[in-house]
């Protein structure tokens, strides 16, 4: 991500002048031993001034060759890649300044029961598959060996759920506005109907968190999520233009190499290997794949279908997976934003697929500022009280993250009237946005 500021003639990003959007000037700050950047509002770079050298003295080092090409240098360069300014950026500069007392001037450091308590609560969670697949979220005393995906768990999913009443109510709000921001700019369904409210609860993020941990802790990556509604806007969701694919495929070449020996010699032979072997590309999945048939017939289908069926515990679909022999992996959201836990999924003889299971009957909002929780496909369920067995259409809006939230991990239990609740947080990649 950062690579590119040497070849497009700029100063490094931590410069004084090292903004790459606006003419924002850093200042030293002697706490953090760090350039930060306190001031809002600079006036924007544009193309033109820098094709015509005006930040030569500052924000540009030499003309750089990159000026020959027919793009806008200003915009056409993202600050934006979640991996760098939000995952291991922003949501690991909170998690490390809560745990080690990083913040200056501020009480937000954790005590060593609110530590062991959030750690403990992190490594009891049970995720579905398409966050296992990644890689699910390890508890917070090997923290220093996360991996970014990890800090992005953290911060799409099970941040907002543990860290509720168990750190300072007006931090904690200042979590939500920052869980409103990564989801609604990871989704093209909430970026659709919800663009507004994230640029919103942005630009609050940003100034609460002047006001939360102060000037010295305004580094160059709280300053860039200033202009990440630019790069949203012009390039797509979070996951369009993050560097996630690159180092994925970094590994697969890292994986390559048998020893540390003319490293570029054996990864090119083995790519040219590979390219000579017969190339079958995997065909997208269009019909879902059933798998665990169940032998035994049931009396209440039988009444509600009128047609031959079969059962399976196991279906794939698309964009997400069902898994009756796992509670994790049973929890799914309707189109008619109905929560409901699949019991069976049905495949009758004309092909249709349905879905056989219970919906939730008293879902309710987690939180309802700056919008309710609802809106964004996040529900909670006090006592998970389900309706009857009914059959449900194969139209499912998103796969549901199911959380309980226990008093045995609740640091301000004397506080917190709804322990016990479970909450149903959207798996980003499973949203059906048609």
Known sequence: MKTHFFFSGTVYYNHTHGCMRCTVTGEWSRENRTMVFPKLNAPKRTDEDFRNLIYLNGHQKFVSPILELPIDVIQDFPVGDSLHLLDAGITKKLLIGWIEGRFVNVHAKWCRRQFELISDFIGSIKAPKEIRALRAVRDLK????????????????????????????????????????????????HLKYFSTVGDSCLKLFVERFKIIYGNNSFSSNVHNLVHL????????????FNTYPFESKLYTIRRLLRTGNLPLSQAAKRIIEQESLPNIDEQPLSAPILKKKVSTKFDELNVLLSVNYDVFLFAEFPLLTIDCTRDEDQWVLTHTNQIVKVLYIVCCDNDSILLYGQALTDTADFFETPIRSSKMLLFSSKNLMKGVLSIFPNKIKCKLFKVQRKAEFIYADNEADDIGEFVFLPIISTINSL
């Open 142 to 189: 090997c923290i220093h060996n996360w991996k970014s995906i990890e800090f992005r768990n953290f911060g799409l999913y099970i941040g907002l759920v543990v860290l509720k009443n168990n750190i300072r109510s007006d931090i904690y709000s200042h979590f939500v506005l920052y869980y409103c921001i990564l989801t609604i700019y990871s989704s093209k369904y």
């Open 229 to 240: 509604p630019d790069d949203v806007c012009r390039f797509g969701v979070l996951n369009t």
